[in-house]
Structures are given as structure tokens and as C-alpha cells.
């Protein structure tokens, strides 16, 4: 690029003699000072400037002014055009910051000369102004990217930001401190260094100021905004710098705060290592690779493990290693080091040592093998450590998993694990599983307490125990059930005589309780994969179908492909049940209603709910077969609230067709009714529905009071003061109400069917209905007779009193309109008029 010089004259025809001089430049020409600053503004690269001093509007003295007081124009270098008499012009034009004078007439071989030294000096400043830029953004760079804090004259005491312009703080030390430049020149390091640090620091500080010290290094630390401390290496030196700056040092910090948590975790495992070995419960070893194990090193452990002093078996000096070790292991240590070495891996192995004074100890030996640079085994190290009393542990928690604690027997967890070991083997054998039910100890818990029934198991459990054998073996399955299970008998009759002899020995200890039990069977076919989970689902249900044998008191029964259609039937019932708890069985639970006949009026006074089944693939399912499998899935609770509801809509449907006094028994089960909430959810039922309490009959089992009479008779009394109308159902086959009848808190009894039956065929001198009515309303209960099907069953209820009854020769269970269709023609009867 060619130097651009600006030649400013009022003289057009000087000005024409140095363009002409200078052509191989770029000149632009100027009249006066005014037109020069003009084109200084618009020539930013003008690089020297020949200056007349005499001009009118705008002298050269003006333009030397103008371009002093403006440092866009400090760069500009200025030849000013005085006459031979001016010096006094010349020395003020160079005061004023002209770089030469050229005195007129010019000379022009003088005017090229000063003009090429003088281009030659702004190529030399360029070169320089380029070279100290490329430096000072070299220094900022490291400056700013250096990975390690720097801080030139950053004093210990704090200062104002505005006097601080010498102070210079990269962002990395910012970064260690947790502070901005601003905030660390207010504060001064000292205030942020730790106080334990501090007087050492400012110290070393004062003599690097004092000239005693050149430079210092301390670790130390500083503490950030948040509390929190970092550990850096603070190294500060003088500067040799130009200038009075008051401290001429910089500072270099490095966060050493990793490097001193290492150190100090490396000071803690130090010291660990020295208490793990002072409290390890056995001993460190340094050995050879012999049959001997030959100690090179035994920690002071050594003796209270094995009862020998470390020096001892110091290379085998009264005897080595091996000697301790039970014989039984010693080939097997060996071998298993020689697999583990070829491998390069930890070892780990348990064996027993022989002590000092002939204790055998269980150990843990942990090691590894040390190799030179050859590969070869140098030395082993490692640890052996007593596990005695965790073996101990072991053993005994071991025990506790594979036995019952009651009776001391195998549990089922282990009589699983040994039927899936067994179906692997594939053996070839007859096999079978015998448990024993005994779930009707329940009962005896509720009576006597659990003490009572727990020496009852165990009188059974020694009992059988004479039935081992080799290949029978008895299990406890859980609380209420044991099992033996036969491997290699001979044939279905030695398996029978087998179950006969167990319930011949159960049979006196069961039947002095009061109490039956029963026992299923289950063959497993031989060789045949088989899912253990699903033999002892299979095994429980054939238990349970012994326990309905009423042949015998102890039943037994094989499970076969019956019981497994019997067991996806009520699979099956369990599903539709569930659904209806849930609201999704569209119409498959309804209510059928049986009439209930006033023998004095002769007129239907009540109708009992009864609940039935409409199973999608069953069919009509009665009470009977899914009112037990509600009640033993607790989905009793949920079907009986739908139940309620129902009777009561059809209750006001009653009402509002004008039989206001008809009263709708509902069957409630125990689960129900021993609810903390039932009767409290069933007023309120009543009254959000609208439904009187006179129109509303509770009927419970007889059977149920064998539950908790107490409760039992409290919930009702709380429901008769209600309103409600109580009866017990099926009187007199069940609990033994007679003798606490005047204890129950009914209204009613319904006299079960097998009084009734009796009726037909004793003279009714004989049969003792008649008593139970007359008792009954002597202790103000009234009398409702069930399953009355023929009418000389009716006229001796009659004749006995009997206030009202319930039977086929009244009518089978209606539905909703039949019902409502028998009442309608019962009014119409009444209003007719007698013939």
C-alpha cells in the first residue's frame, strides 16, 4: 500500500511542485486548514501531512491544535512549511507536534529525502505497533485461558475499583475464589483467606514487600461466598515493572483442593489399614508359592486365631502354615490357588484350621498372587479371617429356612425345592404327596388360645412321626397342614393302606377335640415335568374336599380330574362374582322373592329377598355353591351392599303400588355384619333411599353366632332398636340357640325345614315343633315356619299356633313381577266380596 500524505498550502502552485515531487505517492491536496480537516475525516489512512503554516480562514498553527486534541489523530505524522526568518514558528510548530520543517523555497531532493526517512520510520512504528499487538494478544490469551489463577497486583488489603487500574485478575482465579475482580479488589486476599492461614500468609507478604524475600509459596485456604473452603498453592513474586506502582508482584494460584483430599484420604487409609490390622479378627500374610505356604510375614493376629505366635511359623521355624490347615482341605486349598493363579484373578476360599489347643475354627481366606515381570509367582498376599461364628449363624439360619419352628419338621419351602430336584432327576419311581388337613384347630385357637392348639400339632406330629420312613418323609406345609411325601411305593393299594394308616392315627387325637380333619392325595405321574406351585394348589383343594367327606370323620380323598372341574367352576363363579362386585355384570346378580304367608289373616304379609346367579357359562348358579365362595373371598361385602339396594328399590316400588305394609327380609352374612360400619352404612341406605324401617327384615344364620355371640347380638340389638325387623334363620340345626334364646335381640324365628318335615310322618304328639313354637312366644319372638310344602304340614303349624309361613304350598321364589302380580290379585280377593 502506498503512503497517503495530505499536502495543505494556499499556494496552488507549491502545492502542484510537491504533487509533481511526490508522484509515485498518493497525495491529496488542500487550499487551508479548513479543507485539510475536512479530508482528514474522510481519509482515515492519511499517514503524513506537509503543512503550511501561513493560510487564511485556517492556519497551520489552528490545524496543529485541532489535531493535539483529538486522539483519533495521535498517529499522524506533521511536516510543517516555515520561511528561513521563522524559527520562532518552527520551534512553536514543533511544541505543537510536528515531527520536522522544510523551509521554503523548497528544496526538493531535501523535501523527497525527509519524506522517504520519514515514510520508512511509520513503516518501522507499524511494525512495532504490530508487534506489541500480536504480543499483548498472546499475553491475553495465556492470560485469560491459563488453566491456573493469576493475579498481578492484587494486595492483601482491600481498595476501590476505580483506583485499582493496575490490578489484573484472570477468570480462572474469579473461578478458584468464587469472587468477580470487582469483589476480590474491595475485599483484598486477606479478608478471604482462612484464619488459620492468615498470619503465616501476611507475614511472608510483609517481607516480600519489605525487599527481605523475592518471592514466597505457601499452601493454603480460601474461603468462598457460600461458607465452603478450597485448598489452593499460592506462589507470589516481584515484578520488575516500570513505573511507582505501589506492589509490583504477581500471584499464581492452583486448586490443590483434590490433590489435599487425596492426601488426607491417603493419611485415613494409612491409619486404617494400621487399626484394620490391629482389630482384624484374624490375621495378614505374606507367603511362598510352596505346599508349605511358607510365612514371610504374619501380622500379630496370628495368635489369637490359631493359638501360635507370628514368629512361629515365620518361615516355618516351629511349623508351617500347611500343619494348620484340617487335612481334609489341604489338597483342595492347593488346587484351588493353582486355578486361581493360572487366571490371575482374587482369590476367595472358606476352609477349617486346627488351633493350638485342637479347636477346629472355620476361616476365609482372601489373597492374591504377586509376579514378576517374567510372570512368575513371587509371593501370595492376603488375609485369613475367623468366620467360625458366622458359619454358626449360617447353620442355624440355614435350619430356621428348611424347618417349621412349631414342630421342628421339614417346611414346604424344602419339600418344594426337593419336588423340583426330583422333577430334573426324571425318576423313574411311584411318587405321591399326603397332606394332612387340619384347619378345624381354628376352632380350637378361638376357644382355648393358641398354646392350646400348638400342643395339639405337635401330639399329631409325634404321632405320624412313627409313619416315616426312608422313603417317607413328613413336611409342615404351613400352620394347619402337614404332608408327607412317598417315593418308590409299590402301587396304589400299599399308597391307600398308607392314608388309612394315617388317619387311624389321627383318628383318637381328633376325635377327643371334637373335630374333624381330612387328607388328600395327589400321585405324580412318572418322569412327567411338573409345576411344584400348581401340585400344591392341587394338593390343598384335594385336603379341603376330605374335609366334606360325612361318611367318616377323617375323609380321604385322591385328587383327580373332578376335583379340577369342581376347581374351575368355582374359579369361574369367583370371576362373575367379582365382576358384580365391581359393577360390571349386567344383570347377572338378581333377586328372586318368596312369599311369606299370615296364618291368622291368611294373607301374604312379607316377602324374603333371596339372591341368585346368572352365570354366562354355568348357567343359574344357587346360593347354596356361591353365597361360600363370596363369603370366603370377602366379596360377600360388596355383592350384599348391591343386594340391600336392590330390596330397597323394590320396596318403594311396593309402596308406591299401595303394599305399604309388606315387610322384605334380606339374608346378611356374618362378614357382613361384624363390619364396623354396617349398620351405619345400612341407615344411612335407608334414609338417602327413603326406606321405613318396618318394611325392612334382616334375616343371619343360626350358625353364625358361633362366631362371636356378644358382637353378634349388640348389631342386632342396635338394628331391631332401629326399626328393623330381626329374625334368625334356619332355627334350631345350628348354634345352640335354645338355651340362650331369651338372650337373642330378634323379632323372629324361622323354624328350619327338618322341623317341619318331621310333620309328615310323626303324630303330632311326637314331634316337638309344637314346643318350639310355644317357647318361642313365650319369649315374645313370633314364629315363621320354613319349607312348608303340603297342607297337613300348614294345619298342624296351624293348630300349634305357628304365626307364619314359607313354602312351595305358598309359593317358589317370584320374580319382581310375579310377586307384585300376587299381591295385586291378593287385593282383589280382599275387596270382593264373600260368595
Known amino acids: 500500500m ?85 524559527l520562532e514558528n518552527e520551534i512553536r510548530g514543533l511544541r ?30 507499524r511494525a512495532l505497533e504490530q508487534t506489541v499487538t500480536e504480543q499483548k494478544r498472546t499475553f491475553d490469551t495465556v492470560f485469560h485461558q491459563a488453566a491456573v489463577g493469576i493475579a498481578i497486583s492484587f494486595d492483601s488489603e482491600g481498595m476501590p475499583v476505580e483506583e485499582a487500574d493496575c490490578v489484573s485478575i484472570n477468570p480462572m482465579f474469579e473461578q478458584i475464589t468464587g469472587r468477580t475482580r470487582g469483589e476480590l479488589i474491595k475485599l483484598g486476599w486477606a479478608s478471604i483467606t482462612h484464619p488459620d492461614d492468615r498470619v503465616e500468609d501476611l507475614e511472608n507478604y510483609r517481607r516480600l514487600k519489605s525487599g527481605e524475600i523475592s518471592s514466597y509459596a505457601i499452601d493454603k485456604r480460601l474461603v468462598k461466598p457460600d461458607g465452603s473452603v478450597v485448598w489452593v498453592h499460592w506462589d507470589i513474586a516481584r515484578l520488575a515493572v516500570s513505573g511507582d506502582r505501589q506492589f509490583n508482584h504477581i500471584c499464581l494460584v492452583h486448586d490443590i483442593t483434590e490433590h489435599k483430599r487425596m492426601e488426607e484420604a491417603l493419611i485415613e487409609s494409612e491409619r486404617s489399614k494400621s487399626v484394620l490390622l490391629s482389630h482384624l479378627p484374624g490375621l495378614a500374610y505374606r507367603c511362598l508359592y510352596d505346599r508349605d505356604w511358607t510365612m514371610t510375614y504374619v501380622s500379630a493376629g496370628c495368635f489369637k486365631l490359631t493359638g501360635y505366635p507370628a514368629e512361629n511359623l515365620l518361615y516355618n521355624r516351629d511349623l508351617s502354615f500347611n500343619d494348620l490347615i484340617a487335612p481334609e482341605y489341604r489338597e483342595e486349598l492347593w488346587e484351588e490357588w493353582k486355578r486361581i493363579l493360572a487366571d490371575r484373578r482374587p482369590f476367595k476360599y472358606e476352609y477349617e484350621i486346627i488351633t493350638a489347643s485342637g479347636e477346629r475354627k472355620w476361616v476365609l481366606e482372601m489373597g492374591e498372587g504377586i509376579f514378576n515381570d517374567a510372570g512368575e509367582v513371587e509371593a501370595l498376599e492376603g488375609i485369613i479371617i475367623d468366620i467360625t461364628d458366622r458359619k454358626a449363624i449360617e447353620s442355624t439360619l440355614k435350619y430356621n ?157 385322591y385328587y383327580d380330574a373332578q376335583i379340577e372341574v369342581q376347581i374351575m367352576r368355582e374359579q369361574e363363579i369367583k370371576h362373575e362374582l367379582t365382576r358384580i362386585a365391581v359393577g360390571a355384570d349386567d344383570g347377572r346378580l338378581f333377586l328372586q322373592y318368596q312369599p311369606i304367608l299370615d296364618l291368622k289373616t291368611n294373607e301374604i304379609c312379607g316377602l324374603e329377598a333371596l339372591a341368585r346367579l ?56 356374618v362378614f357382613q355384619l361384624l363390619r364396623h360400619d354396617f349398620c351405619k352404612e345400612l341407615l344411612h341406605t335407608m334414609r338417602e333411599m327413603g326406606v321405613s324401617p318396618e318394611n325392612v327384615g334382616i334375616e343371619i344364620t343360626e350358625s353364625a353366632f358361633s362366631w362371636d355371640f356378644e358382637a353378634l347380638n349388640r348389631i342386632l340389638l342396635e338394628l331391631r332398636d332401629a326399626g328393623l325387623h330381626v329374625a334368625i334363620d334356619d332355627f334350631g340345626t345350628g348354634y345352640s340357640s335354645l338355651a340362650r334364646e331369651r338372650e337373642l335381640n330378634v323379632n323372629c324365628l324361622k323354624l328350619d325345614k327338618y322341623f317341619v318335615d318331621k310333620l309328615m310322618y310323626l303324630e303330632p304328639e311326637e314331634a316337638i315343633t309344637g314346643d318350639v313354637v310355644s317357647m318361642a312366644h313365650r319369649l315374645g319372638h313370633c314364629v315363621v315356619a320354613e319349607g312348608v310344602e303340603h297342607e297337613r304340614q300348614r294345619q298342624c303349624l296351624q293348630d300349634y299356633g305357628c304365626d307364619k309361613i314359607q313354602g312351595y304350598l305358598v309359593s317358589g321364589p317370584l320374580s319382581e313381577d310375579e310377586a307384585l302380580e300376587l299381591l295385586r290379585q291378593q287385593g282383589e280377593c280382599r275387596q270382593s266380596p264373600a260368595v
Open 2 to 86: 502506498r503512503t497517503k500524505i495530505l499536502v495543505v498550502d494556499d499556494s496552488a502552485s507549491d502545492r502542484l511542485i510537491i504533487q509533481r515531487m511526490l508522484s509515485d505517492y498518493s497525495v491529496l491536496p488542500a487550499c487551508d486548514g479548513l479543507e485539510a480537516m475536512r479530508l482528514i475525516e474522510e481519509h482515515e489512512d492519511i499517514d503524513l501531512i506537509i503543512l503550511d503554516l501561513k493560510m487564511p480562514n485556517m492556519d497551520g498553527f489552528a490545524v496543529l491544535d485541532a489535531l493535539k486534541s483529538d486522539t483519533r489523530h495521535k498517529r499522524l505524522r506533521t511536516i510543517i512549511l516555515t520561511n528561513y526568518e521563522e
Open 96 to 125: 505543537m507536534g510536528a515531527v520536522d520543517y522544510i523551509r521554503k523555497p523548497i528544496n526538493m531532493h531535501s523535501l523527497r529525502a525527509r519524506i522517504e526517512v520519514h515514510t520508512e520510520l511509520l513503516r518501522i512504528q
Open 401 to 557: 429356612s428348611e424347618h417349621d419352628r412349631l414342630t421342628g419338621l421339614y417346611n414346604r419351602s424344602y419339600l418344594e425345592d426337593l419336588l423340583k430336584s426330583d422333577a430334573k432327576k426324571r425318576l423313574a419311581q411311584n411318587r405321591a404327596v399326603v397332606s394332612v388337613n387340619l384347619s378345624a384347630t381354628q376352632s380350637l385357637t378361638r376357644a382355648y388360645g393358641f398354646h392350646y392348639t400348638h400342643d395339639l400339632i405337635r401330639s399329631i406330629v409325634d404321632a405320624l412321626s412313627a409313619l416315616t420312613a426312608s422313603n417317607r418323609t413328613l413336611f409342615s406345609i404351613d400352620d394347619n397342614h402337614l404332608a408327607f411325601y412317598l417315593r418308590g411305593y409299590s402301587g396304589e393299594e400299599e399308597l391307600t393302606d398308607f392314608c388309612e394308616a394315617v388317619a387311624g392315627a389321627l383318628e383318637p387325637l381328633l376325635r377327643a377335640e371334637g373335630i374333624d380333619g381330612g387328607i388328600g392325595v395327589l400321585e405324580i405321574d412318572r418322569g412327567d415335568e411338573y409345576d411344584v406351585d400348581q401340585i400344591m394348589k392341587d394338593l390343598l383343594a384335594a385336603s379341603e374336599r376330605a374335609m366334606d367327606t360325612v361318611e367318616r370323620d377323617i375323609g380321604i380323598c
Open 614 to 669: 346368572n352365570s354366562e357359562r354355568l348357567g343359574i348358579v344357587q346360593p347354596g355353591e356361591f353365597i361360600p365362595i363370596a363369603e370366603k373371598t370377602k366379596l360377600i361385602v360388596p355383592i350384599g351392599r348391591r343386594v340391600v339396594v336392590e330390596a330397597f328399590r323394590f320396596i318403594n316400588k311396593l309402596k308406591a303400588l299401595g303394599h305399604d305394609k309388606i315387610c322384605v327380609s334380606i339374608n346378611v352374612s
